[in-house]
């Protein structure tokens, strides 16, 4: 079943990467907002989700608890709401490469959450690869041009922001997917963060021109770009541990990096090679020391 859960997380990060495509192609030709577009694909993706959920027999048909209710609420606003936003913010800051690496130090702090809560103890080869895999991500994101990297301090307080978001929307949520199932969690999570997100920038102020082209890469953004990797990530978790889940969705900067050589003419160097082959190395290592970490029973009462 762990294979399972690594597919899930692997699938995650390679659709986040074609999203991430698909977002440029939108901010460059049609210099769509990235407010308005995280506003829409949250709002759109949840409603998806949420109406798929009624028709699922597999769904648990529970009713939240007050208890309940609120870690739902907290996972929507800083989870959801908060992994989106500050991403966004970052890139504006400083840029797409800086914001891709600062969220990346986001398996760091899962480690060191579960390390402090005694879900995992310190292991030294562990620790290792989690370090080693940052270093190659660094290498493949910047080509080891580390002078060209320009990041302000707003840049990085939102982008190690965006990196704590998304270490508690992979940790705060694994009680209620068990409970609750995944495919409802996400969508209510989504839809609450997209309901919010109107008070940022309303989906029905587009600030762009409409045409067929750019609403199908919005469609495919909502579809293949937020429900499903999303959907995919919090599935991850019923068989591997938060830590591997976070580790895992490297493939998006690896396929980012990939598409953006083949799409864009971008150039690729010696120094990413030694990152991706760095990455490939590390995560294997790490897949086969990481043992699933399950939600005991008896938390799961309220």
């Known amino acids: 079943m762990k294979i399972k859960g690594v597919i899930f997380a692997c699938s995650a990060g390679a659709l986040w990467a074609v999203s991430g495509i698909m977002c440029q192609i939108l901010f460059k030709e049609y210099l769509v907002s990235p407010e ?91 620790t290792a690869l989690l370090i080693v895999t940052f270093i190659s991500v660094f290498l493949i994101v910047t080509k080891g041009e580390v002078e060209t990297l320009n990041i302000s301090a707003a840049g990085f307080v939102v982008g190690i922001a965006s990196a704590i978001t998304l270490a508690f929307y992979t940790i705060q949520p694994r009680k209620l997917l068990v409970k609750y199932g995944e495919t409802r969690i996400a969508g209510l999570g989504m839809l609450i963060a997209g309901l919010t997100f109107q008070l940022i920038h309303p989906i029905w102020r587009p600030d762009f ?45 690896i396929l980012a ?18 990152g991706f082959v760095g990455v490939i190395i590390s995560v294997i290592l790490l897949t086969r020391l990481s043992d699933k970490k399950i939600v005991p029973e008896d938390e799961l009462t309220d």
């Open 36 to 126: 308005w577009l995280a506003s829409t694909r949250l709002l759109a993706a949840g409603g998806l989700l949420t109406g798929i959920s009624l028709f699922q027999r597999s769904v648990p048909r529970k009713n939240f608890s007050s208890k309940d209710l609120l870690s739902l609420v907290l996972f929507s606003l800083i989870g959801m709401l908060g992994v989106q936003y500050t991403y966004f913010k970052a890139i504006q800051y400083s840029g797409a490469a800086i914001a891709t690496i600062l969220q990346f130090t986001g398996p760091i702090f899962i480690f060191i959450f579960l390390v402090l809560h005694k879900e995992k103890r310190i292991n030294l080869r562990e």
């Open 209 to 253: 021109q409409m045409d067929s082209y750019s609403l199908s890469l919005v469609s495919s953004i909502i579809i293949f770009g937020t429900a499903l990797p999303f959907l995919f990530q919090l599935s991850s978790l019923r068989f591997i541990e938060a830590s591997l889940a976070g580790v895992l969705t490297v493939t998006e900067p």
């Open 257 to 274: 990096t990939l598409l953006s050589v083949l799409l864009f003419n971008s150039q690729f160097t010696k120094i990413q090679l030694l």
